[in-house]
């Protein structure tokens, strides 16, 4: 059970002079359960991949299986596909449209034809979930903050109950605690309903403490595909294309090149650093 | 005379429900006493909603105080005969790079702002020519905005601002939808204008690492100025910047904590280079630590 891809080529602006090639031949597995963080800078074809997972774009070559199946059949049930494979895009709350928090929630159970009480029972976990204070749920979408509206956005998503829940740049524009509540909420959820779920960010800082995988990708093709510390270990080529490595795998590279020790340079979190550090110091 | 200055300012905005009734007063700057020398790197901070935004927009009359007043050059923002005036001196920078960049062509978007100002034409072409050189930006002139990246447009929108001749930059998060080499791009093109042109930059922003270089830090918190002060002073304070729901760069962060453990570390360093050398000297120092 999972989402194949199979030597994905996505074109546009076919039989023009502008004819882009925003996906290369793209091929990746993504297993039940894992936590994938998806980089790239803008224009790396991070947000055209991702939306090829759920059935918004066709390849123009290659095929995408979910499950076993391929999504692009004719048989196939996109809408199903839809809910199983939840998408929550770039600024989401810029969606937001129903009166109230509640209702806006219901949107997506609604359409799948559920009943009444079954779709009020998920708008009402779903938000419970994203941990909304309940005196929200009636409010206008307007009146919540920035990191309410996100939340809300994404409790209309998780109301579909998906398998996969793919989250394009989550954290745009939010301030730090923001930042690190919305990770910490999708880690949570996918702890809880063991969920896959992949993060698109540009971002090396937010994704290194939470995934189990990164994949890199540049000018629509895959360049990296490896557990953070791996992917970390190219901090050159990585600022090459226009990314970073977190902050402390950079402090980490500088201690080494000043000839310090034979160094972990795969460190990413603050309580790693400190205690290879401290550990290095009292080596002397 | 400073180049921005506000007293006591206050703005206040009604909340309505939908028959447009009154539901409560939102006090979205509270107070507010603040001054701008010129030639400084100001950098504001604060969390979603603490009002820094409402702030900045003060700085260039797109509003005027409730209760208080704001000075841009000496002008009161509430003259209302002054307003393009205070606009040029004082250029406003916003988040979304789609969003303001109106030409068709790089050098003609560049030369928006100087035309409207009745600026000869002769002397708008060189302005467009320093400006884009100043972003670095030049060899882009003639390209179409949708076929830059998003910092290259934001350095294009800068080079509007600038081609107005202003005297102070307010930049309201600009690189808040970047990718990191699109900030890095943004941050050194800010830095230079400050450094070499001289012009006065404040700089809003929610990335900690992007103000390490700022003369002034304000941190913002419910309408307020909660902390201000040198950014060594401001990310010395770990603890209080987390109860403002912000954040310190991970530099800072690690050597706080490695100074819990006793490291004989300063507060408040702000670079990798300054961790790396320090600790490199407490390695190699004849004080050694153990």
């Known amino acids: 059970m999972a ?9 546009y602006g076919n039989g023009t002079e502008l004819l882009v090639r925003a996906l290369n031949d793209v091929s990746l597995v993504i297993p039940d359960g894992q936590f994938i963080g998806l980089i790239g800078h ?21 095929n995408i299986y979910y499950n076993g199946e391929d999504i692009h059949d004719r048989d196939f049930s996109k809408k199903r596909l839809r809910s199983k494979v939840g998408l929550v895009f770039q600024y989401p709350e810029h969606q937001l449209f129903e009166t109230d928090v509640f209702t806006d929630v219901c949107f997506g159970p609604k359409n799948l034809g559920l009943d009444k009480k079954e779709v009020q029972l998920r708008a009402f976990q779903a938000l419970k979930q994203v941990g909304l204070p309940d005196d929200c749920f009636y409010q206008p979408p307007f009146d919540l903050s920035g990191g309410q509206k996100r939340r809300a956005a994404i409790a209309g998503v998780l109301a579909m109950k998906p398998e996969v829940l793919i989250l394009d740049e989550p954290t745009a524009g939010l301030d730090p605690k923001g930042r690190d509540e919305i990770l910490d909420l999708v880690a949570s959820l996918r702890k809880e309903n063991g969920m896959t779920v992949i993060l698109v960010s540009h971002s090396m800082d937010d994704v290194a403490e939470y995934v189990d995988r990164i994949v890199v990708m540049n ?18 080529e990585l600022e090459a294309i226009g990314l970073s490595v977190p902050q402390v795998t950079d402090i980490m590279h500088a201690l080494k090149k000043a000839g310090w020790w034979s160094a972990d340079t795969s460190v990413i979190t603050i309580e790693e650093a400190k205690k290879e550090i401290l550990r290095q110091l009292r080596k002397g | 005379m400073k180049i921005i200055k506000t007293k006591d300012l206050v703005f206040e905005y009604i909340r309505r429900d939908e028959e447009g009734n009154v539901e ?6 509270d107070h507010v006493d603040l001054d701008v020398n010129p030639g400084d790197f100001i950098a504001v901070l604060g969390h979603n909603g603490s009002g820094k935004s409402t702030l900045a927009k ?9 209760e208080g007043t704001v000075w841009v050059d000496g002008m009161e923002t509430e003259d209302q005969e002054k307003i393009w005036d205070i606009r040029q001196r004082a250029g406003m ?4 790079p789609d969003n303001q960049i109106i030409g068709q062509v790089v050098e003609e978007d560049v030369g928006f702002g ?7 034409t002769k002397e708008i072409w060189e302005r467009v020519e320093e400006s884009l050189k100043a972003v670095g930006m030049y060899r882009y002139r003639k390209f179409a905005p949708n076929k ?4 290259q447009k934001q350095r294009v929108s800068i080079a509007g601002v600038l081609a107005m001749h202003p005297k102070c930059i307010v930049l309201d998060e600009p690189t808040a939808m970047l990718d990191p080499g699109g900030r890095k791009e943004v941050i050194r093109a800010v830095r230079a204008l400050n450094d070499v042109e001289r012009v006065t930059v404040i700089l809003i922003t929610h990335y900690m690492e992007e103000i390490i270089h700022a003369d002034k830090v304000f941190v913002m918190d419910g309408g307020r100025i909660a902390m201000q002060g040198t950014p060594r002073e401001i990310f010395s304070q770990v603890e209080k910047l987390k109860e403002l729901r912000l954040d310190v760069p991970k530099v800072t962060l690690l050597a706080h904590e490695l100074k819990k453990e006793g490291l004989p570390l300063p507060e408040g360093i702000l670079t990798v280079k300054e961790l790396v050398d320090t600790l490199d000297a407490l390695r190699t120092g004849e004080d050694r630590w153990r």
Request: proline content about 6%; some cysteine; overall charge negative.
């Open chain 2, 58 to 66: 003060h700085f260039n009359a797109i509003l005027t105080p409730t």
């Open chain 1, 42 to 62: 803008t224009g790396s074809g991070k947000s055209t991949l991702v939306q090829h997972l759920n059935g918004l774009l066709k390849p123009t070559s290659g």
């Open chain 1, 219 to 236: 000018k629509g093709s895959v360049c990296y595909d490896d557990e953070p510390k791996q992917v970390f270990a190219h901090k050159e």
């Open chain 2, 114 to 120: 100087p035309e409207n100002m009745g600026v000869p």
């Open chain 1, 3 to 11: 989402l194949i891809l199979d030597h994905v080529t996505y074109e």
């Open chain 2, 24 to 29: 409560g007063i939102t006090t979205a700057v």
């Open chain 2, 148 to 151: 830059l990246s998003g910092g």
């Open chain 2, 93 to 96: 920078v916003f988040q979304n």
